[in-house]
């Protein structure tokens, strides 16, 4: 707001004709109407003692717009009352009605306070007039400080309470598992690895022979056999499922292929036998 | 699983346990053993990995799951091939071959360790 003044003072230079008011004065009553304190107001000599309002006072403000050099009175186009609050930089503006004859009446009912009026703070408000007018220079005035009673809370909004940070999230993640102890997992890698032991002594004890094992017919199904458990050893440490399944599917055919070769050759040489 | 006996035990259980270990080794054909001792075997491992996961720690999980699943798995593909190369049985499993039971045997080998595998991590 305040940087409107250069331009302000530019708009005086250019037009000549300046207003001014013609005996403005304020009025504080209280609800019954008992006149509290009337006074005019000098615009050269600011009153050292701010209007104080209370809950139910009322305020009234009357001057007039007048031209200062033929003393006609103007009715302007924009005529406001700046509330102002130095201390929090909040303001209100209220639009005051100004008759043609420019004469002006504004009435503050602290029982029913304008939306406009800005919350209250520790500070008085300062209170200045803004007239503006096409066919003369604009004019801020200065009028006196306002003491007004404090303003209610600002009304609580529902889903106010969603609007603030929430506590920061703390994460529980599972305790990172730890190995047993080195002994501990050395006796029971040799008690998995045993049964392998006990199994040599046994097959090695009955193990029935295998004449044909070797055999061109059957060397091939034995040879696959193997070569699908290396796939799945290879799959375990490289290959990635697609390639598994596309050299498992080929295997397959073969395998298919040498074991019914291999098994027929079998059965007809068990049968030929019995 | 007569295959192994405790030694403990009262002198007509003791009896008649040595009967059967007797029976058993005598008139049980090589092959049979041979399966028999595999799945024994399958037991004692299963078992072992089974304790391991109790008693220490089941980390990492997977694995115990691979080794634990195919030592089970095996032991049902060994089994059901004992029974149906078993000459005893020859009357209830009179379409299928002993050479058609292997062949089961290996494809369903090779499916279930291609799933332990994927356990294996």
Redesign the interface.
Known sequence: MFSLFPLLLLAIGTQGSVLTLQSPRFKVTSSTGTQLRTEPISFTQKSSTPVTLSQTDILKLTFQVVDKETGDGVQPHQTFLRFYDGKTGEEGIQPVRVTSGGKAKFELNMAKPPLSLPPTSDTPLHVSLIVGTSTHSPMILSLFDLVVPASHPPPYHPDEASFHPLPEIHHTFRPE????LRP?SAI?SL??I???F??LG??S????RVPYLLSPSIIPFITT?GA??GL??W??VDLKLGE?LLY?GALGVITIFA?KQA??K??DR?IGRK | MPLKSSPAQPPAATNAVQTLWKAYNDQTPDRLKFIDAFLFFLMLSGVAQFLYCVLITDFPFNAFLAGFSSNVGQFVLAASLRSQVNPENKNEFKEVSPERAFADFALGSIVLHFFVYNFLG
Not at chain 1, 177 to 180: A, E, G, H, T, V
Not at chain 1, 205 to 208: E, K
């Open positions: 598992q730890k190995l047993p501990i029971f008690v998995v045993a049964p392998w006990i199994l046994l097959w004890q009955v193990a029935p056999l699908f458990e799945l050893v799959y375990w598994v498992g074991g098994l027929s079998i059965g068990r």
